[in-house]
């Protein structure tokens, strides 16, 4: 495993420290969940800003967009 040295402002350090003694984990598995959870909201936040931009540039053609209508269309009668 890898290690990281980090420099924390001294409120953050007191609230870090308030935690793990409050939950009974050490500071390392705190700040370790609290990584993983920033990087993973990331990469999801990523994700749907691509899928967004595509979605806008896709239907920027009138061509998907009649396409869309046309599958839209078929459904109507099932409601």
């Given at each position: 495993?890898?290690?990281?040295t ?6 953050l350090d007191?609230?870090?420290t308030?935690?793990?003694v409050q939950t009974h984990?050490?500071r390392?598995?705190?700040a370790?969940a609290?990584l993983e ?12 800003d691509?899928l967004?931009?595509?979605?806008k ?6 061509a998907?967009?009649?396409h869309a209508?046309?599958?839209a269309?078929?459904?109507?009668p099932?409601?």
């Open positions: 495993m890898a290690t990281l980090l420099r924390l402002p001294n409120d007191r609230k870090l308030a935690l793990a984990q050490n390392s598995e705190l370790r609290a959870k920033f990087l993973r909201e990331l990469e999801r936040k990523q994700l749907m691509t967004v931009a595509e979605a540039a896709a239907y920027a053609d009138e998907v967009c009649q209508r046309e599958i269309e078929e459904f109507l099932l409601e």
